[in-house]
């Protein structure tokens, strides 16, 4: 039994710099089955209505990453969102290029400053020069070093998750979700002698402005949980050099305060994170809080129950074999 078509309407965003200064956004309507993918319905209106809208797109399998662009606002593979789904929760499909990349002619951006941010890491394995591997010989990992990698593997640089994080769009230094995945993917790996160096450098470069918005995530078509693997490599970065600028140390200083009492003491977090001189640099903002709220100064009482949030942190933190 044949599919009932439905009549979708798309909103997409026109811009050619070399007809008109100002971007708008033309209308297309379409009778199409609801399983049709946005890309088809593209490609469709490319060949039969306005043979010059402009749209990146290779594979159509999303394995490729090209088609990426945000429909309905979010950031997405064209050849995997169905129209049929967007019609019905949107009444219309509006169809605009990536966000964080200047942006080309109608659909296509310029992924530029997406791939600066990835080379900036060094995304390739840096070996030992004392022992090199030995050429056709194979190197073998364990299941459990494999296993370290976790989703990073999948990913197909689509720069979903770039144009989805408000970090990127906020802060030039920030490397990017996909950047700071590939990094952890490196940094894990047991044949790459640079995880020190590569921890060390991270932290004052961006590592620590991540917003913890899980935005990337969400964007992600091959569920490499970028905002994850992010917080994974926050953890390994504390480990290997321990608090070293606001972002670790605040970290750090939270961790050890819910330990103590149970609640935060936001005083004690301040001069955690910035020391001596930043309590001193915030004392205005403090008097002022003070008198609005006098017992934000004072130490809490530790918490009922304090056993079981040490059993948390003893889950978390297990000490390693043989210490006492």
Not at 26 to 39: E, G, I, M, Y
Not at 50 to 72: E, K
Not at 96 to 110: A, C, G, H
Request: proline fraction near 9%; glycine fraction near 6%.
């Amino acid at each position: 039994m044949a599919e009932e078509s439905v009549a979708a309407v798309f909103d997409i965003y026109r811009f050619d710099p070399a007809k008109a200064p100002a971007p708008h956004y033309q209308r297309f309507t379409l009778s199409l089955a609801p399983h049709t993918p946005v890309l088809t319905a593209l490609l469709r209106i490319r060949d039969e209505i306005d043979p010059t809208l402009t749209l990146r797109y290779s594979c159509r399998s999303a394995i490729c990453g090209s088609c990426a662009m945000q429909v309905n606002a979010k950031s997405r593979l064209a050849c995997e969102t169905h129209i049929g789904p967007e019609m019905a929760r949107h009444g219309r499909i509006v169809i605009e290029p990536m966000l964080n990349q200047p942006i080309l002619r109608d659909l296509v951006v310029d992924q530029q400053p997406f791939w600066q941010r990835y080379d900036a890491i060094e995304p390739h394995l840096v070996l030992d020069a004392r022992h090199p591997m030995p050429d056709g010989v194979a190197n073998p990992m364990t299941p459990a070093e494999v296993d370290r990698f976790k989703e990073t593997p999948r990913c197909i640089a689509c720069a979903a998750c770039y144009s989805a994080c408000p970090a990127v769009s906020a802060d030039p230094e920030f490397p990017g979700p996909m950047a700071l995945a590939k990094l952890y993917r490196f940094v894990v790996d047991p044949r790459d002698h640079a995880q020190q160096d590569r921890l060390v450098r991270i932290q004052p470069n961006g590592l620590w402005l991540c917003l913890r918005c899980h935005l990337c995530t969400e964007a992600c078509p091959k569920d490499v949980r970028p905002s994850e693997r992010i917080r994974d490599l926050k953890e390994l970065a504390i480990a290997a050099q321990g608090g070293t600028e606001h972002g670790s140390r605040h970290a750090i200083g939270f961790k050890e305060n819910i330990r103590e009492r149970g609640l935060l003491n936001e005083f004690k977090l301040v001069r955690q994170t910035s020391g001596v001189s930043g309590v001193m640099g915030q004392i205005g903002q403090g008097i002022r809080i003070w008198r609005k709220k006098p017992e934000i100064m004072r130490a809490p009482r530790p918490i009922e129950g304090m056993d079981e949030v040490e059993k948390i942190y003893e889950a978390l933190d297990p000490k390693p074999e043989g210490d006492a």
